[in-house]
């Protein structure tokens, strides 16, 4: 029931204005799939902001968690963002302020939440939640926050900190609960609180034990997310042994494969973008350290970079050999099971 009020909240942001450009970007998807033709009607209706490349904590498979970025540092300008959000406000109705980094090390992250939800947009974020305390959950709760996805992949600290490392399993679950605390108190259905869990070896067996857990403490959803792992093909010790919760398989000669294998589509390149805490503009977030740029909002609009000759180029790639592009071959959006 929660899951049917969360997407109810979405679609109670939608507007004349937004609903005609969610068409427009349906029909031009439709010319690129089946003509090759790549149209540029209307703007993305969702985005990704990122807060903040900082984070707390040390995780395996995150840029970001092994200081490992060639891209720097650094938060976003609360100003630069009000501009920003000014010039997509009219076709996007949903902002994800999550990237790389941790939202709320941005000592000023609600004031960007509060300016979504002023121009009427649904706001989600995600956060290893270390720094949420009864106080600040009361914050999170008067902002306006739609959605907050919390990172618990673990239900001890053991198998917890052996993928989010420097991280206090304890911190996740006090934060966890004066969140639903603070809802309650306010009367408030909002955010719709989920609990993410990133599947590992090292935690598969307590699969059955977050659903208990989310129950006992009030959160709204469960999520099971699979792990991307770069260096696959000879194993990794975070791929579960379990395939269902895996992006690989194991073959005949011991070496792994990506279970999928995308087609020459992505609805990503015409529903959505990323914008990285100093404006640049990347086609998606696979593209964690920015090396297909597009263009910089310090320099040109939005919608300028939404037709440039760079973003039309990235697009037509996909439509003509998405397996080539680098970033797309560990991407599961759109593709279907590859059987041998």
Known sequence: MSTFKD?????KHLSIQRVWNLMLLRFSYALARLFNLQKNWGQPFALSIEPTTACNLGCPACPSGLKAFSRPTGKIDLYHHQNWLSQVANSVFYINYYFQGEPFLHPQ????????????????????AHFIDEKKAREIVASGLDRLIISIDGLTQETYESYRVH?????????????????????????HLIFQFLVVKANEHQISEVQE?????????????TAQVYDY???????????????????????????YKGGNSCWRMWS????????????????????HTLGSLQEH??????????????????????NSIEICTNCSEGAKVWID
Not at 272 to 291: E, L, M, N, R, Y
């Open 7 to 11: 997407q109810r909240n979405i679609v």
């Open 109 to 128: 992250f609600l004031e960007l939440i509060k300016e979504a939800k002023r121009k009427k947009i649904y706001t989600a974020t995600s956060t290893n």
């Open 167 to 191: 991280g206090k399993l304890e911190k996740v679950i006090t934060g966890s609960k004066a969140l639903v605390q603070a809802k309650k108190e306010a009367q408030s259905a909002t955010p």
């Open 213 to 225: 857990l989310a129950t006992e403490i009030g959160i709204d959803e469960v999520r099971f997310k």
């Open 233 to 259: 093909e000879h194993g990794n010790e975070l791929i579960p042994d379990n395939e269902a919760y895996s992006r690989y398989v194991k073959q005949k000669d011991g070496t792994y494969r990506f279970k």
């Open 272 to 291: 959505s973008s990323v914008i990285t805490w100093d404006g640049q503009v990347v086609p998606c977030c696979f593209d964690k350290d920015a090396h």
């Open 301 to 322: 609009s939005f919608e300028t970079i939404w037709k440039n000759p760079a973003y039309r180029s990235f697009r037509n790639a996909v439509l003509q050999d998405r």
